[in-house]
Structure formats: C-alpha cells, structure tokens
C-alpha cells in the first residue's frame, strides 16, 4: 500500500483534510462530525491550548487571547500593509519579532505566526491520524495563488513545526481545479470563485495537457464570509436596542451568542427561505429578569444586507477579467469555492457576470482540500502519469535603470531553472553596479518584494553602454535563488543566495518543532491516562453494583470477612486514584480491580446457577 | 495596583481563611490586618477581622449561648464550647431528622436521575425547625427575658459578674440583665441571611456524607443564594471559608469532567425557565460534543460559576449529562 498523503487545505477561516480513499478523495471529518475546522487558535484562562471549533466557541469572550485569521499574516514582515491593518483591527496582540517578522502573544505566551498556523495543522493532523489510524508523516498544503516565496516557506514550516512534511506546497484555484478535473478531461479556461470566510480571491486558470496554469489571480483579503456575519449582527443588535433599549455591543457573553446565530441563520438561509433566530436569557435587566432574542430573518433580508458585499467581488471579477485581457465568453467554466458561495445571490451575480451557470459539482467548503489530496496521491502514485510540476509563484528580475523591473524568470516558470542576460553600464566610467533582486508581476520594482542586493564593482571605466554584466538566475529544485553578476571582460563575479525565510532561524524552528513534539506526547499520554481512568471508573461502578450481591454470596463463609475486607480496600484505592487523577496509582489499580470484578462476575453467575438449579 | 499585589493580598486573605478553618482565630485575623497592609481598602479582609472580632467577644459570653444550646438538649456534654462548635453541634442535631427525611427526597430524585427519568416532579419542601430554634440566638433581644426562655437556662447574675468584672455596667438594664449581645450583631441587617446560610452550608456538608449529590448541590445554591440575597455588610465570613467546600460539591454533581452535556429542553420550554443571562450562555455553549473540561475552559466565567450553573442546569433538567462514550454519565 502507498504512503498516505493528506492534503490540508489551510484556509484563514476554517480548515479541512482530506486524503485518497479507493482512488476517490474524500474530507475527513473531524471529531465533533464536521468537515472544516476553524483555523482559531486560543489559550484559555487556565493555560490550556485550545484549537479549532472550542477555541472559535470563546472567541468573543476571550478575544485577547484567540488568535484568528494569522494566514493574512504568515511570511509577512512586521512593516507590510496587511501586518498594519491586523494590529489595528485585532484584538489579540501582535509584537515584533526579532527578525522583522510578525509575533502574536495570547496570555503571556508568544507565538510565532508559523507557530500558530502549525497548531491549526497539527490539529488536522491529528483529525486525519485518528481517522487513518496511522501517524500521517506527509501532506500537501495549499496556499493562496498570490503567496510569496517567504509565506509558502513559512507555510513549509508550520508543517515543519508540526511534524509534517509538507512535500508540495500549491495554489489554492488549482487545488480547485484538480478537483474539478478529476476524472474528467478538462481542456481551456476556467476562473475559480474563492468567497471564504475572509477572503475573496477570482484565480483565472489554463488548463492544457494536464497541466494546470494560474493566468491571473486577484482578490480582497480583508473581504469575506465573516462581513455577511456582521451585517446581520448588526441587525440583531439593533433590533434589540429597537424593542429594549438595552444595548449588547458591550455585553461579551451575548456578543458571543450574536456571532454564533448570525453565521448559523446565514448559513440555513442558504436552504430555506427564512430562519428564525431564538436566543433565550440573551441578558438580564437591573430587575434581574432575563430577556429573550427572538426575530426571523429571511432570505431576501440577508440579501438587502449583503448585497453590496457581493457586488465587490463581481467588481474584482471585472477587473481581474479585463487586466487578464480574457473575455467572458472564452470562460469554459466557473468553480465555486468557499462555504459563502452556498448563498443563493452570490450564485445568481457570479452566473449573471459570467453568463453562465457555475459549477455546482464540487464542494465549496471541500474541493480544494480534495485537490490537494489528489496532487498528494499523485506524488507518491508511481503509475500515475499526471503531471505534476513545481513552478515559481512569481517573476523573479531585477530594478534596472527608471526604477522597472526587468523579469529573468517569468513566473510558473517550472523548476529547477536558468537564465541570464546581459546588462550595460547606464552612466559614463560607471565601475560599479548594484544588483536589486526583485520578486513580482508589476512593471515598477519597488511594487514587488525586494530579494536581496548585491554589489559588482570593479568594473571598467568606460562609456555607458560599452562594459557589459551578465546577470544569471538559477532556482534550484528546492526552490533556493541564486543570482550572479559577471563582469563579460575580466570574469570578475560577485554573487547572492537567496532562501526564502518564514522569519524564522533554523534553530528556533528546531526547537518550535521540538515543543509541538512534546505537546502532543503529553496530549497522547494525558488522553491515555483520562481511557484508563474511565476504564477504572466503570470497573468500580460495575464492582459497586455487584458487591451486595457477593456480600450474600460470601456470608457464613470461612472466609467472607476476609476477601470482601481485601476488595473493599482495592476499591478504596481505585476510587482514591480517580479522584487525585493520579495515573501511576490508576495504573497499579487496574489489574487487581480488575481480578476483583472478574470474580464478582463469576461469584454473582454461579449463585445465580445455583439458584436455577435449586428451583 | 498591580496584578503581583492583588495576587498577593488574594493568597494571605486565603492563608487567614484557612487559619480561620483551623480555630486559629487570631492568627487568621493577623493575616488578614497583613493583607490590608497591602491594600487599605480591601472589603473582605475589613469584612472578615469584624466579622472574627465579634465573634471573639462572643466567645468571651459563652456562658449565654450555652443558654439556648442546654435548653436544646438536657444532656449537653459539660465542657467549654465555642460558639461554631455550638452552633454547629445544634444544627446537627437538629438537622440529623431533617436530613433523614431530605435524604429520603433527594435519594428518590438521584434515584430518578440515575433511571434516566426526564420530566419534572413536584419535590416536598421540608419544613425545618432550625429557625424557630434559633430564633432567640438570633433576633432582637433574644435573652430579654422573654416568656419562650427555656427554663433550665442559668440565672441572669452570671451575666451580671461578667460584666462587672470587666469593670463595666454601662449595659445593665432597669431589669438587672444585658440588653444585647454584641457578636449576635442585633443592628446587622444580613444576620437572619447568616444564619440560614450556615444552616444550608452545614445541610450541604450533611448532604454530600450522606452520598446525596443533587441535594447537596440545592443546598449550595440556597446558601448562595442568601449570600447573595444578604444586605450590607454581606456574609462573606460565611460563605467565603465554604467556597472551596461548595466548589467540590458542585462538581461531585456535576459528575466527571469527561461527562458531556446536553440540552434536553426544547426551545419553548427552556424559554420559560428562570436562568439569567450568564446560564443562557452556558446553555448556547453546549451542543453534545464540548465535555465539562472543555466548557470550563471557555465558559468565561471562574471555575466556581460555571460549576454552580452547570449544577443548576441539571438540577432543573434544562441539560442531561452523557458520558464521553454516549453512556449517561455516574452522578
């Protein structure tokens, strides 16, 4: 049997897993029955880590200490836009890290954003070992079409720090589009409608020969399911200090409640027409009475709410659709992703934009976990003939003279790969020349993501145009850029290696790795010790039960007093060991309460055989 | 002030509680003084010296409670008591017929519980004798003469010497006898919620020896809630030593923390209950799948208040508790 591969689609609202079954990719769900699982990270009161729907349960009532929606900041430095928009919106505290990088303290604890991102991981790890029964060691993980070098390797590494090998990071539409190619044999555009819980991405793919090419990508991070949630959030409060005149905005317990119910009337508004909305003891007045929430919310109320939420992202559509120079006729297709395109208006503005009705045979809330699964199962699948390549996210280049970007490596570019070019001086006895080492799709240089710098000197003085560098790219296959510049008349070479970075040292994703490891001992050891306890704890109830019946069995024998004084105390002790949670003793416990209980049971059914007999 | 100062006052108020657990009078009241070195302002701990301190002049007239105490039975064991002690022997006395008859109650509601019943049942309420008993302790000019005085009771000069010899008569009545008892605290309006809640504490302790979770956990509530329900200045003296006792007996009913609950009201008839706000939003956390552990962990409230709730949640069968498995979870 070939390796398992999960593949985790690791969203910035909610998380799924999925994995090849029988040829077929199927979600695992996760304990609670669910098939995503909030990408919410808290630590609660006590300490406790808590990840997925329990920590999204208490996010209102514990803001400060849950962390949320950290995919809008992995690989990020602590000076970029989407770092600032977060510190100011958040409640959960960002600091800097002691490489630029982004860190979040929950409590008195800091955390790295790989960190984070590796807790939501190690949790769909987890989901998918119980369901495989097995330690799953590799994964597929998908990230967004627009992600940098430095977010998909700070991605790499949450894995990392997870204990798993992410052995193929890849873009979230062509995880959608390997889903909704599979089996099938797809030839031409599609675009991919990404409406998630908080962020709208429009991805334009080319599918040729089997291979899949992202044409252009573009979207809103800052845009998606949770906006519909506060708008009918909005609505109940209002509603509320309408019929009241109590406010709850401040209220964190019925704020929490809102939330709750507002995403979940949204969510069965996708199926029927209107939901009604109860929330009893919402609050209590100064007279101590509780007050209830009752109101119905309708479908086309969600939609008056909504609507300009939705008309954004057609607008993004358009504009993406026009920047691509591609006509809507030329669409062969529209994929639907994210559990926010369930909604009926949305589906009716993206099929009246796109002229067509979209693809209704794959799962918005799963397909690009199941695409991930596939391009796992496909890894390690040696008869399998799909092709698979590893290309660069991006254009790599370098600023030349005006402040442009001059592209060595046009981006989807598959690796490992070379190129040069020649470049001149651009002034009179130029003798040195400063290499910036860009990465992006704009014409400007300082609109993309600055590499490195290096400097060439030496060089001749001359006339401009006359000395001549040559400047080589080389990516290798595990994604390292290096850059050379050669001096075409004395060989003269001065050279830069660039490793795309998390913001994290090797040595402190070592020891990151290192801890997770030893939570999940703990975590496995604790989970161990609570089966043991509940074992004992229905062997005692089971003994309890039995032992007046044993008491009548032994009386008037020789040695009655004796065992049942020698069983009551192994009780005593198993109960004592329950109740100070004391896993060695439970341990010690657990086979003579155990003999004690398999001799009831034999006590109990041979009086009982006697009995039957005697009668 | 900062949180290591809060820390700290909150830590030494505990050592004083404990101390004060242990009889240690005294030294509890030194711990407490310590803590308002800390923070001058501290109510509890103010609460908690007068509260000592009058209960320390109370000792010094034994001899009066000791009054009331014989006349409850005539072979009281001749030997000096404290009034805790007496207080509590008392109660347990009294209580020990009571209790019999509650346990029989709370027994068929465990019993109940155990089968799996839902639905409501009608529970007697016990009448107790407990307040009439102490009525003279406790109200207005309790040992004034009053025709109800039991007989046996010792004459009035012995009070009379006593307060002689602390070189005093300032307090002598036209009638010869002491007007007031000062630890009986006659101006404290909270004095009547004191006592009912010593006797549901000591209820509660009877309770929970007698294996009667549920109605060990009722007599929890009912004295927190005569805490709550005490005017200025409170009985935090009461019910604060009892806290952790009250914590463990609603946990003890609550069941394992691997037990999982879940609503078994509907809508319509959860709406008719009388929760307050923070049960309603217990209530919305539990969906059959978190277990207790996990809901202490993101109730937003202490440990304490979601135990108490949790409690009162089942105590009223808004919830039912299953085990981890699915099997209804040992109460």
């Known amino acids: ?615 | 002030m900062s949180d290591d100062v809060v820390g700290d006052v909150r830590r030494i108020i505990e050592l004083g509680l404990e101390r004060y657990r242990q009889g240690e009078l005294s030294e509890a009241v030194l711990e407490w003084e310590e803590a308002l070195r800390l923070d001058a302002t501290n109510e509890e701990a103010q609460r908690l010296i007068a509260y000592v301190r009058d209960l320390q002049s109370t000792r010094r007239t034994t001899p009066a409670i000791a009054v009331v105490a014989a006349s409850l039975e005539e072979d009281w064991p001749d030997k000096e008591r404290t009034q805790p002690e007496m207080e509590h022997e008392t109660i347990e006395r009294v209580l020990r017929a009571e209790t019999e008859a509650a346990a029989a109650a709370e027994a068929a509601d465990d019993a109940a519980d155990a089968r799996g019943d839902d639905g409501f049942r009608r529970r007697n309420t016990i009448q107790s004798p407990i307040s009439e008993l102490l009525a003279p302790l406790t109200s207005p000019g309790w040992n004034a003469g009053s025709p109800t005085r039991e007989a046996g009771a010792p004459a009035a000069p012995l009070f009379e010497d006593d307060t002689r010899k602390l070189g005093s008569d300032q307090h002598k009545t036209p009638a010869g006898r002491v007007p007031e008892f000062s630890g009986a605290r006659s101006d404290d309006p909270a004095k009547e919620h004191r006592v009912r809640a010593s006797e549901l504490v000591d209820r509660c302790r009877a309770e929970r020896h007698n294996n009667q979770p549920a109605a060990a956990a009722r007599a929890a509530e009912d004295a927190l809630r005569e805490s709550e329900a005490a005017p200025f200045p409170g009985i935090a003296e009461v019910i604060e030593p009892a806290r952790p006792f009250l914590e463990q007996v609603f946990e003890a009913h609550v069941g394992p923390a691997q037990g999982v609950p879940a609503v078994a009201l509907t809508p319509e008839k959860m709406a008719k209950q009388a929760f307050d706000h923070r049960a309603g939003f217990l209530l919305s956390r539990i969906d059959g799948v978190l277990n207790i552990e996990q809901l202490l962990e993101i109730s937003g409230m202490s440990r304490f208040d979601t135990l108490r709730i949790l409690s009162t949640l089942l105590r009223a069968k808004a919830i039912r508790l299953l085990s981890a498995g699915g099997r209804r979870a040992p109460r």
């Not at chain 1, 504009?319 to 369930?342: H, S």
């Not at chain 1, 470049?423 to 009179?428: G, L, N, S």
């Not at chain 1, 309890?544 to 032994?554: A, G």
């Not at chain 1, 065992?563 to 100070?580: I, N, P």
Request: proline content about 3%; some cysteine; glycine content about 8%.
């Open chain 1, 1 to 615: 049997m070939p390796e398992r591969i999960i593949g985790i689609d690791l969203g910035t609202t909610n998380s799924c897993v999925a994995v090849v079954e029988g040829g077929a990719p199927v979600v695992i769900p996760n304990r609670g029955g669910y098939k995503t699982t909030p990408s919410v990270v808290a630590i609660s009161e006590s300490g406790r880590r808590l990840v997925g729907h329990i920590a999204k349960r208490q996010s209102v009532t514990n803001a400060e200490n849950t962390a949320y929606a950290v995919k809008r900041l992995i690989g990020r430095t602590w000076t970029s836009a989407a770092v600032k928009s977060m510190r100011e919106g958040a409640p959960f505290e960002l600091i800097e890290g002691p490489h630029h990088d982004v860190r979040v303290k929950l409590r008195d604890q800091t955390f790295s954003v790989p960190e984070i991102s590796a807790f939501i991981l190690q949790e769909m790890k987890l989901i998918a070992d119980e369901h495989l029964g097995a330690d799953v060691q590799k994964a597929v993980v998908t990230v967004p079409a627009y992600f940098n070098d430095s977010q998909r390797q700070a991605t790499k590494d949450a894995g990392r720090i997870a204990g798993l090998d992410v052995i193929r990071i890849i873009n979230e539409p062509t995880a959608a589009a390997l889903a909704y190619g599979f089996g099938k044999n797809v030839e031409g555009k599609i675009a991919v409608y990404d409406l998630g819980g908080g962020t709208f991405d429009i991805s334009l793919l080319e599918i040729s020969n089997g291979v899949f090419e992202v044409m252009s990508t573009a979207g809103d991070t800052f845009l998606g399911g949770e906006d519909f949630d506060h708008r009918v959030l909005d609505w109940l409060v209002q509603g509320f200090q309408k019929e009241h005149g109590i406010g709850l905005t401040k209220d964190a317990m019925a704020m929490q409640r809102l939330k709750d119910a507002a995403e979940k009337a949204k969510c069965d508004l996708s199926s029927l027409q209107e939901v009604d909305i109860n929330l009893p003891f919402i609050t209590s007045t100064g007279k101590n009475q509780a007050l209830h929430l009752q109101r119905t919310l309708s479908r086309s109320k969600l939609e008056e709410l909504t609507l300009d939420l939705i008309e954004r992202t057609v607008q993004i559509c358009k504009l993406t659709m026009e920047d691509a120079e591609i006509d809507r006729a030329d669409i062969l297709d529209v994929v639907l992703v994210g559990g926010m395109t369930r909604m009926a208006k949305v589906q009716e503005m993206v099929a009246e934009f796109f002229g067509k009705e979209p693809c209704k045979g794959v799962h918005p809330d799963e397909v690009v976990a199941m695409g991930a699964a596939i391009q796992g199962a496909a890894l390690v699948d040696k008869d399998n003939d799909m092709l698979l390549l590893d290309v660069t996210p991006h254009s790599l280049g370098i600023m030349i003279v005006g402040g442009y970007f001059h592209r060595l490596i046009e981006r989807n570019t598959t690796v490992p790969t070379s190129k040069s070019h020649i470049f001149t001086t651009v002034r009179d006895n130029q003798t040195s020349v400063k290499i910036l080492v860009f990465q992006g799709e704009s014409d400007r240089a300082d609109e993309n993501e600055l590499l490195g710098e290096f400097v060439l000197s030496g060089l001749r003085k001359a006339p401009r145009g006359e000395v001549e560098v040559e400047v080589t790219f080389e990516i290798s296959a595990d994604g390292i850029v290096s850059v050379v510049a050669k001096d075409m008349e004395t060989g003269l070479l001065q050279s830069i290696t660039v490793t795309a970075s998390s913001g994290l040292t090797e040595e402190e994703i070592g020891r990151m790795a290192g801890e997770s490891a030893d939570f999940m001992m703990a975590l496995k050891a604790e989970k161990e010790a609570e089966g043991a306890r509940q074992e004992i704890e229905k062997l005692v109830d089971e003994a309890d039960r039995l032992l007046p019946k044993v008491e009548v069995v032994l009386a008037g024998t020789p040695f009655g007093k004796d065992s049942l004084g020698a069983v009551r105390q192994v009780l005593s002790d198993a109960r004592g060991a329950v109740d100070r949670r004391d896993a060695a003793e439970v341990e010690r416990v657990r086979e003579p309460l155990s003999r004690t209980v398999h001799m009831f049971r034999g006590l109990v059914q041979s009086a009982r055989s006697d009995q039957d007999r005697d009668s």
